[in-house]
């Protein structure tokens, strides 16, 4: 035997220290721009490996911000009656998504979501004012929230 002491990391050899959306790609390098939609968008605080979680992000009001963002993309994507309860195409389809993007950019795919989500999301809309009859439309600003619902929305779409 020998005496040799090992260190944490040299006795944990290969094992991954970082999560990576279908283990390939991180979440910690994305850089988010719009600072309105930094606690609304990445859900770093609970990376996941895959997709499905199968979590009850609607139970409460504002739950739905600590999913992670590409799981509400894969959400997103069942929500019209053929595809309702079909996650598991879903994740393959936003896998195999993520691999052309990657493929043809070169880039990070979560990047290229995030960036995405910024670019489509609303920044203003406009709501009816008015009673009985006579109606007015008045502009009023979208909230961060808003804006990310509605951004996986018009993607998936």
Known sequence: MTDVMLTDDQALGNVA?????????????????????????????????????????????????????????????????????????????????????????GENPLQVLVNAIINSGPREDSTRIGRAGTVRRQAVDVSPLRRVNQALYLICT
């Open 17 to 105: 220290t970082d999560i990576r959306v279908f283990g390939k790609w991180s979440g910690a390098d994305v850089a988010i721009t719009d600072m309105s939609l930094e606690d609304y968008i990445l859900g770093a605080k609970q990376p996941k490996f895959l997709p499905h979680s199968a979590g009850r992000y609607q139970v409460k009001r504002f739950r739905k911000v600590t999913c992670p963002i590409v799981e509400r993309l894969v959400c997103s994507l069942m929500f019209h009656g053929r595809n309702n309860g079909k996650k598991l195409m879903a994740v393959r389809i936003v896998r195999h998504t993520f691999e052309i993007i990657h493929l043809l950019t």
